[in-house]
C-alpha cells in the first residue's frame, strides 16, 4: 500500500523494493541512468515505458499512475467528517437541555491545552471535538434567545473560544473551507458577546486563514486594521501588547509572502519585537504564544522564505524552544530547520531533524506535506545509509 500522494517515480521505487535498478531497467528495456531520472521525479515515462515497468514489476500500470488500486477510501465516519457535521448543525435535538457556559469553558479549555501541548493530539482532538461543537453549538442558539445574559456571554465566550481551536485543527487536516468557516463564526461569537479581547484573537485566526488560502494581502490588510483596533481597546496592557503583536506578526508573514522582506524584517523590528518584551514568554495570550521567542521564530522563517537559509540556520540555533507552551509552534520551527538543511542539499541534516521531529510530535510530521516531501527528497538523493532511514520513516508515515 502507498500513500495517496506518492509521486510516480516514488511508487517505482516502492515496488522494485531491493532488486538493483541495472536489472529492473534492462528488462524494461531502458538505460539505468532513464531509470534513475524517473524515479528521482527528472523524467515522467511515456506509457510504453510505464506499462512495461508495471509489467515487470509485478504489478497493475493503474497502481503506479494512481492511488485508486492502492489507497483505501477516506472513511464517511472520519473525525474530521465528525467535527464538519457537528459545525453544521448535527447536534442535540433542539429540546435538549444546553450545557451551562462554565462547563463549556472547561472543556474547551482542557480541548486547548490537548491541542498545543500533546504529541498525539490530532488522536486526542478526534475524541473530544465532534461532542463538544455539537453541543457548544447547541448551547449558544439557545443562549442567544434566552433571557439570561451574563449565561449568554459566557457561552459565547467559550464558543470564540472554541472556533478559534477549529480554526487551527480544521486547516491542520485538510479542510481549508470548514477553517475559514470556524473562524468566521469565531469573530461572530467574539463580537456578540462584546469581548475585546476574543475579538482581536479571532481576527488573528482570520488571518492566519487567509494566509493559508494564498491571500497573504488580505491577511496583511486584516491584521493591520485589527492591531490599531487593539490599541484602542479597554484592554489590560499584557493582553493588549499580546494581541496586538500577534497581529503584528500575522501582517510580517502576509509581508513575506509576497515577497516584501524589507517590510516584514521592519515590521518585525520595529511592531512585534517591542510588544514582545512586554509581554513575555511566561504568557500564552488568547493562545497566540506571543512572546520574544516566538518572534525570534519569526525572523528564522522570514530569512528561510527568503532563501538565507545559512543566516536562518545561524539564527535557529541560538533560540531555545523548550519554554514555548504550543507543541505545534515548537514543530513549525523544527520543519523550517529541516527545509533549510534541505534547501542547502545537507541531507543528513536534514534527515536528523526529520526523526527529531518523530520524536516530538509524529501525528504531525505525518500530516504535513513538507515534511513529507522531505522525506522523499531524502531518498532520491541522498547516500544509502541515510536513504535506508528515510525509508523506514517514510514507512513509518504511511508513506509506502
Not at 506518492?6 to 532513464?34: C, K
Not at 493588549?240 to 509576497?258: C, D, N, P, Y
Request: charged share 25%; glycine share 6%.
Amino acid at each position: 500500500m502507498v500513500a495517496a500522494d506518492l509521486p510516480i517515480g516514488d511508487r517505482i521505487r516502492h515496488y522494485r523494493g531491493g532488486r538493483r535498478q541495472e536489472s529492473v531497467a534492462g528488462l524494461a528495456g531502458i538505460s539505468v541512468n532513464y531509470l534513475s531520472q524517473i524515479e528521482r521525479g527528472l523524467k515522467m515515462p511515456s506509457l510504453p515505458i510505464l506499462y512495461a515497468l508495471a509489467q515487470e514489476l509485478g504489478v497493475p500500470a493503474a497502481a503506479l499512475l494512481s492511488e485508486q488500486t492502492t489507497v483505501k477510501p477516506e472513511s464517511t465516519v472520519s473525525a474530521e467528517a465528525a467535527v464538519g457535521r457537528a459545525l453544521l448543525g448535527y447536534g442535540p435535538a433542539l429540546g435538549a437541555t444546553p450545557a451551562p457556559g462554565a462547563a463549556l469553558r472547561d472543556r474547551v479549555e482542557a480541548a486547548w491545552e490537548s491541542w498545543q501541548t500533546s504529541s498525539t493530539r490530532f488522536t486526542a482532538a478526534a475524541e473530544l471535538l465532534p461532542a463538544l461543537v455539537a453541543d457548544t453549538e447547541h448551547a449558544a442558539r439557545a443562549a442567544r434567545t434566552g433571557p439570561d445574559a451574563a449565561e449568554r456571554r459566557a457561552v459565547l465566550r467559550a464558543a470564540a473560544d472554541l472556533y478559534c481551536l477549529l480554526r487551527s485543527y480544521l486547516r491542520r487536516t485538510g479542510r481549508l473551507d470548514l477553517a475559514a468557516l470556524a473562524a468566521d463564526r469565531a469573530v461572530r461569537a467574539a463580537e456578540d458577546a462584546d469581548d475585546p479581547l476574543r475579538i482581536a484573537a479571532a481576527q488573528w485566526n482570520l488571518g492566519h486563514v487567509l494566509l493559508a488560502a494564498g491571500q497573504p494581502g488580505e491577511a496583511e490588510e486584516l491584521a493591520l486594521r485589527s492591531a490599531e483596533q487593539v490599541a484602542a481597546a479597554t484592554l489590560p496592557d499584557v493582553e493588549r501588547a499580546a494581541l496586538g503583536g500577534a497581529l503584528q506578526l500575522v501582517a510580517v508573514v502576509g509581508a513575506a509572502r509576497m515577497r516584501q522582506w524589507d517590510t516584514a524584517r521592519s515590521r518585525l523590528r520595529e511592531r512585534a519585537e517591542p510588544a514582545a518584551r512586554r509581554v513575555g514568554d511566561s504568557t500564552n495570550v488568547a493562545r497566540t504564544v506571543f512572546g520574544p521567542t516566538n518572534v525570534a521564530l519569526h525572523a528564522v522563517s522570514i530569512d528561510m522564505e527568503a532563501g538565507e537559509t545559512g543566516e536562518a540556520l545561524h539564527a535557529a540555533d541560538a533560540i531555545d524552544t523548550n519554554g514555548l507552551p504550543s507543541l505545534e509552534r515548537e514543530f513549525t520551527f523544527g520543519l523550517e530547520v529541516a527545509a533549510c538543511h534541505s534547501q542547502r542539499r545537507d541531507d543528513a541534516a536534514a534527515l536528523l531533524a526529520l526523526l527529531s521531529l518523530e520524536s516530538l510530535a509524529p501525528e504531525d510530521l505525518a500530516r504535513t506535506p513538507l515534511a513529507r516531501s522531505m522525506v522523499l527528497t531524502v531518498i532520491r538523493r541522498a547516500r544509502a545509509m541515510h536513504a535506508r532511514q528515510a525509508e523506514h520513516l517514510a514507512e513509518r508515515l504511511g508513506l509506502v
